[in-house]
Structures are given as structure tokens and as C-alpha cells.
């Protein structure tokens, strides 16, 4: 029983280091709202705005629409219809976009879309390539800003990435993409790739192709960028938003695919991690090594409820103390998060049903160690 209460107490510590800097991200983010460095004025750089697409012909006309009224100084853009068998090229070319189509039994997915766009592209490289899924919009600032910034700082350049709807699925999305990552930069470290709304120059990506076979590209994409010394950097003034899925199925593989392929990329490529960070030891890295290494949220939440349960039936409170303290430290990040990027959207009475939606994910989690999900799967939309 000792050994037990001794194991519980140690899980418990361990939970608290995530918290605690989940927390300090919050409150460095906070600290630094709204002093963004003003975007460069220079003229664009010769880029490829890149849309990979696959069925998309629910969104598609609409996202490029939006896409008119922003800044498209010397930027081509190219939608990639991939393995399509609606209508998305023909909506694409009526829109007046470049359209390649790509079509492979077995090679599916958004990262073998990328690579093989990347490879025609050879001939006639850009200065940047400009990244965005086929759902996605600029709220704020341009593909242009972008290539800007990635020309003006020499870096890989992420635009503040969330979901245009309300409540807790929203939120979370944001709490992930937008107040995390804004806590990373204010504290210098380079911030994470986040799917859509990101820009890389050409001379990068040659030394650093697309991940294939990743369902977290995005993410290991980053981290390897990271690890070579050029990490992305946050630009605090360009907004890409999208739609969350409304279906029930859609919101499940959309969810299982980003835990399953963070996770399972996280485990596979700790020791790259540990070695960027600490060989030699550099407080930037380090940053961005322990943001890697919260886990979900809603993992956090559930193992810390957990083990403090666990430690409380085992009869010892001083056991489940530690438990305990990273389930507060988790929440104060939360509701600091909230104060500051939800409360318009996401009234305080639902904000306290969040306990239950981290309850709802369990079903994501077990998956993972039974039955992991290994291949590229869609989101499907009500509409498509």
C-alpha cells in the first residue's frame, strides 16, 4: 500500500511540471497582448499560396472568395486537387486559381499532396510558399504579410490559427492555438506549426521536406525546423480562422487524428526533442520542448482528476496532494485563458461543463493505446 501511495505521489509531481508552465504561458502571453512588432512594409517576395484540397467543394468557393479582398501582392495561388471526385477543381478554376490535380491509389493524404506540389513546383521556385488548408480564410492580414515576414526575420512565420465558432470546442482550439503559442513567443521560444496559415521559404524547404507519413506533419515539420535552428515564429497580427466540423463522426476523426498524431509523433521523436533542447542546453529550446510535452488538455485534466482520486481511496491525502495541484494549476491557466480570449464567446456557466467535455474524450485516448489510428483519414462536413 505504501509503494502505492509513493507511486501516486510521484505521477502526481510529475503532472505538476506541465501545469505549472501551461500556466506560465497564459500569464506571458497576457503580460504581452497587443505589443505585436508591426508587420514589415516591404515588397512582397515572390510566393505560392499552396491549398491542398480533397473534396472540398462544400467550402471551397467561398474560402477563395475571401481570399480576393486581401493582399495577393506577387503571390500565385495553386489549389491542389487531391484525389478528388467532386466538383473542387472545376469551383477552383472558376475562382481564377491555378488548379493541379493529383490522383494516387495508395499515397493519400495532405502531407503527399504537399510533397508532390512541392516537386512541380522545382522548376519555377518562389521566394516563400505560403500554406493554407482548403477551409481556411484570412481574418487578419494577408498571405503577403506572411511571405513579408518570413523574407524580413529569415524564419519560418505561423499566423494565429482558430476556429470561427463558439463554445467549448472553439475555445479549446483557440486556448491551443492562439493563447499558448502567444505565451511561447513572449517568452522567445519558436512557436508550433498549426496545420493552416503558416509560410516557409523555398531555400528551407529544401532542406527540409514535408514529414510523409505523419498525421501531425504540421507538427513534426516544425519541430524539425526548430531543431536545425530556424523555429517558426508567431505573427501576432495575421488571423487565419476556419470551421470546427458540426457532425458528430466529422468532430471524432478530426479529433482522433490530431491526439493520435501528436501523441504518437511526440513519443517517436523524444529523443530528437531532448537533444535539440539540451545538446547544449538552450532556454528557447528547452520552451519549446516543454510546451511539446503538455499533453491534451483534456488528458491532463483526466489524469490529474485521476491519480488525485486514486490517492484519496488509497487512504492518503498527502498522496494525492501533488495530483490535486496540477489539477488548480491546469484550471488557473484555463480560466486565465478564458478571461482573456473567451469570455465573449463562452459564457462562464459553460466554461464549468469543461470537466465533462475532457470526459467525453476518453473514448480518443483508450483508442490510442488499442487501437491507434495510423493512416491519413478526411474530416467529413454535413454539407459535403
Not at 27 to 35: D, E, S, T
Not at 192 to 221: M, R, Y
Amino acid at each position: 500500500m505504501e509503494f502505492l501511495r509513493d507511486f501516486v505521489y510521484g505521477i502526481g509531481t510529475i503532472l505538476c511540471l506541465p501545469s505549472a508552465f501551461l500556466l506560465l504561458e497564459v500569464v506571458a502571453g497576457m503580460l504581452h497582448r497587443g505589443k505585436a512588432k508591426p508587420i514589415s512594409q516591404q515588397a512582397a517576395p515572390s510566393a505560392v499560396l499552396l491549398i491542398p484540397a480533397h473534396n472540398e467543394q462544400a467550402l471551397l468557393g467561398e474560402m477563395l472568395d475571401r481570399l480576393k479582398s486581401v493582399d495577393c501582392e506577387n503571390l500565385r495561388t495553386i489549389v491542389i486537387a487531391d484525389n478528388c471526385t467532386d466538383d473542387t477543381a472545376e469551383i477552383a478554376r472558376k475562382a481564377g486559381v491555378e488548379v493541379w490535380q493529383r490522383s494516387h491509389d495508395t499515397d493519400r493524404g495532405k502531407p503527399y499532396a504537399l510533397a508532390w506540389a512541392l516537386q512541380r513546383l522545382q522548376d519555377q521556385p518562389p521566394e516563400v510558399v505560403v500554406f493554407m488548408d482548403a477551409d481556411s480564410w484570412f481574418q487578419q492580414g494577408s498571405p503577403a504579410d506572411l511571405a513579408r515576414e518570413v523574407v524580413a526575420h529569415n524564419r519560418p512565420v505561423q499566423a494565429i490559427y482558430r476556429m470561427a465558432d463558439a463554445g467549448l470546442r472553439g475555445f479549446a482550439f483557440r486556448f491551443r492555438n492562439e493563447v499558448r503559442l502567444r505565451g511561447l513567443a513572449s517568452l522567445g521560444a519558436p512557436v508550433q506549426l498549426t496545420g493552416s496559415g503558416f509560410a516557409i521559404s523555398w531555400a528551407d524547404l529544401q532542406k527540409h521536406p514535408v514529414p510523409i507519413g505523419e498525421l501531425a506533419e504540421d507538427a513534426c515539420w516544425g519541430w524539425a525546423l526548430t531543431a536545425a535552428g530556424i523555429g517558426p515564429r508567431l505573427a501576432k497580427d495575421v488571423e487565419v480562422l476556419s470551421y470546427l466540423p458540426s457532425s458528430k463522426e466529422g468532430a471524432q476523426t478530426q479529433l482522433r487524428r490530431w491526439e493520435h498524431g501528436i501523441l504518437g509523433a511526440t513519443l517517436r521523436k523524444l529523443p530528437m526533442l531532448l537533444r535539440s533542447a539540451f545538446l547544449p542546453p538552450r532556454l528557447s529550446r528547452i520552451f519549446h520542448l516543454a510546451d511539446i510535452l503538455v499533453p491534451p488538455l483534456a488528458l491532463l485534466v483526466l489524469l490529474s482528476v485521476g491519480f488525485a482520486v486514486f490517492g484519496l481511496l488509497l487512504g492518503g491525502t498527502w498522496s494525492a496532494l501533488p495530483a490535486v495541484t496540477a489539477l488548480a494549476l491546469t484550471a488557473c491557466a484555463v480560466f486565465g485563458g478564458w478571461l482573456g480570449y473567451g469570455r465573449e464567446d463562452v459564457p462562464l456557466s459553460k466554461l464549468l461543463m469543461a470537466p465533462f467535455y475532457a470526459l467525453s474524450k476518453v473514448g480518443v485516448y483508450a483508442s490510442f493505446i488499442f487501437k491507434r489510428q495510423k493512416g491519413w483519414q478526411r474530416t467529413d462536413r454535413d454539407d459535403d
